[in-house]
């Protein structure tokens, strides 16, 4: 079982909505990141935390604002999303920037509409 | 830049039969590198990976993968299927400092 945990698994929002997606780990991890999935494709890299500083930003849109509260979590606030954006969202941590493992999390699968 | 290939897209097995996934990767040193399989619908799983010194790494599942400098290569491979592997893996790369890079992935279907 991953310990990376993801909520929700499933999240369907409208354009003008604003919504979460929300990462915790408990493995004492100070690098997290957020990846988006399309079908059929790996992984991308969106934002890297490293120390709970923002150390990566893989030229996103504005319409996802990362946060990190504390080493543990991790949320990507999400708005005025387009249907392109439905993807899954996977969460990852390792336990420093470079040259370590990363863990994935199960994944938030979001369908805008 | 950093690359990753994967030359197989897909992959038909049947259950029983050996697997043997190939990969290959472009620097001048040797990074870290890493195998992890997608099942439908699930985050990524991390198989084995390959930091340093003996050239064939075990990892879960029944999985074993061999690195080879001269060919640049991160083979995984598997004696005999089970049709629970039947999945998408994917080959990555990492060196200190930089990001992970993966590769396309191929995806396995395992025949009964």
Redesign the interface.
């Known amino acids: 079982d991953?310990e990376?945990t993801?909520t929700p698994k499933h999240l369907v929002m409208g354009m003008t909505n604003k919504k979460s997606l929300k990462c915790e780990q408990h493995m004492g991890h100070r690098a997290m990141y957020w990846y988006k999935q399309k079908a059929?494709?790996?992984?991308e890299?969106m934002f890297?935390y490293s120390y709970e500083k923002l150390s990566?930003n893989e030229s996103v849109p504005s319409r996802f604002s990362p946060e990190c509260p504390n080493s543990s979590l991790l949320n990507l606030h999400l708005h005025a999303l387009q249907p392109e954006d439905s993807a899954l969202y996977?969460c990852a941590s390792s336990q420093g920037?470079?040259?370590?493992?990363?863990?994935?999390?199960?994944?938030s699968?979001l369908t805008v509409v | 830049a950093q690359s990753v290939t994967q030359p197989d897209i897909h992959i038909t097995v049947s259950e029983g039969a050996s697997l043997e996934l190939r990969c290959n990767y472009s620097y001048g040193a040797t990074p870290y590198l890493f195998w992890y399989v997608q099942s439908p619908g699930q985050g990524l799983q991390l198989l084995l990976k390959y930091f340093s010194g003996d050239t064939l790494v075990q990892g879960i599942k029944g999985f074993e993968a061999e690195f080879k400098r001269s060919q640049s290569s991160f083979t995984l491979r598997k004696p005999s299927v089970h049709w629970s592997d039947a999945a998408e893996y994917f080959c990555a790369s990492r060196r200190d400092g930089q990001n992970f890079v993966f590769g396309p992935g191929t995806r396995l279907s395992v025949l009964p």
Do not use: D
């Open positions: 991953t990376v993801q059929k494709k790996p992984p890299l890297v990566i996977l920037q470079g040259g370590n493992t990363i863990y994935f999390g199960e994944g699968w």
